[in-house]
């Protein structure tokens, strides 16, 4: 019953100063990665956004209008016509070389020239193992029958934009409050965007001629996710829609080239990463589609009340989080923000997980930030300043394990000082073979090598060497206590790799459990509390 009275602990603390979502934005670029990057996604896969782009000389004017019969499904998708336009009227394919090479004006920016004649976002598809919705998806119609259809419901911007999609799924018909865009003024993206660069999303309004936006889902530094009914294959999908800002877009370049990678090397899924589903470019917005899941592991134990977790529940979501890291470090990829609000249940189970935005992840090879990861979950060596490696996501798992036990975050800082202070009262001093190397050691010692003692909002002052993990998690089980050790080891080199930890024994003690798991089976023991209806 004492877990029942346990308050409601501290706020997520943003990884940077002037992030709300715990994305730390303020970091240094490596010199040359962006470039590099950006010419290989631009020459490779994100060259497939602008495969649809058709001749605009040859296109049918919007006037010439021939009558069709349409079929439109139950959810309102655009079916295939009776009546098609002649083959002649149709948008040609682009020449093979048409594709544009990567310049400075393909990027998105709040003056860019939005017009009509913007590429049509033909997306990158990823196979997806996700079933279609039962009423199935559309088979479209051409962007003229659709005109012929609604050209009452098209906005004038909308009826010109129409003509780069050879295949129109829904355009928006159930939408009354369309945004009107304002062709002769470049401000705010013509208006389709607000003043920070967010796109204006209404509900039941499309994207891409494709997607019905259904409900929003979440927001941040980089954007929106809103959830979505994807008109061609029927499922109900979450689009991340990126910020229309050049470093955002950038990084989402990065995001899809990870994710293209990791999903690839996990074709049936095995390791947890969610499915990217697609990716293009939408009125100079970067937009990824992905497979939709249900609520994050934060608001589970926060709908629990934050209760400690069993050691079952525990064991169930700690090995598949690992099983992910093993394809992470062996891909060398940095998920670079692991914490529990970035790990779903996956849709209809109550404890299969899938791991999601890869937005601040990069390759090993290819950091492009020093300062990352969400404070309460940050690495040793992130706050020290030394290289970093894949090995920052385990000593991320190490903190959202002991949490789940507690309650309450292992290390809740008020600033990186803090949260520095709150390491070593518990671990002790960083080894000075970690200080010697580290560039940012005079924040947090003086001269001497003396921790800076900085008391927290409540005049408290964390001590070094003053409390025992042991209590902290409130578990007598040696080998869970064993285990957060070796996840939570100062020196990167000598902390438990996701490999070794699966090997451990505290996963070792339930092979069944994860047999369950891993057929969808398996319910993790939560505390049997009623739901909290804090928000």
Known sequence: MASLLKPQPPPRAPAGPSTGRGKATGGYAAPGAFDLLMRELEANGNAGLHRGRSNSRSRQPVSARVPSASRRNSNGAL??????????????????????????RNQPSAAANLTPRDPAPTTTTTTSTTPRASDGGSGGMSWQDAVGQYASQLTAFEAREIQNFPKVYY???????????????GTNNHGFDDAQGDYKVVMEDHIAFRYQLLAPLGRGSFGQVSKAL?????????????????????QALVEVKVLKHLNGKDADGASNVVRMLSHFKFRNHMVIAFELHGQSLYDLHKAHRFAPMTLSAIRNFG?????????????????CDLKPENVLLVQGSKSRLSVIDFGSACFDSERLYTYIQSRFYRAPEVLLGIPYTPQIDVWSLGCMLAEFSNGYPLFAGESENQQMLLIMETFGLPPRSMLD????????????GTPKLVPNSRGRTPRPNTKSLAAFVQCTDPDFLDLLKGLLTY????????????????FASSSSTAAAASAGAAEPLLPRLQPSKRR
């Not at 018909?173 to 003024?185: D, F, G, I, N, P």
């Not at 090995?319 to 062996?330: E, I, Y």
């Not at 190397?437 to 001497?448: E, G, L, N, Q, V």
């Open 79 to 104: 079916g295939d016509v009776t009546n098609r336009q002649p083959s002649q009227h149709r948008p040609k394919p682009p020449a093979a070389a048409a594709a544009a090479p990567h310049t400075a």
């Open 437 to 448: 190397r580290a560039p940012r050691k005079r924040i947090f010692f003086d001269a001497s």
């Open 230 to 250: 994807d008109h061609k294959t029927g499922q109900h999908v979450a689009l991340k829609i990126i910020k229309n800002k050049k470093k955002f877009h950038e």
């Open 171 to 185: 355009c928006g018909q159930r939408c009354t409050r369309k945004v009107h865009a304002m062709e002769l003024s």
């Open 491 to 506: 020196e990167p080199e000598r902390r438990l790799t996701p490999s070794e930890a699966l090997r451990h024994p505290f």
């Open 319 to 335: 090995r598949q989080m690992l099983q992910t890291l093993v394809l992470t470090h062996r891909e060398h990829v940095v998920h």
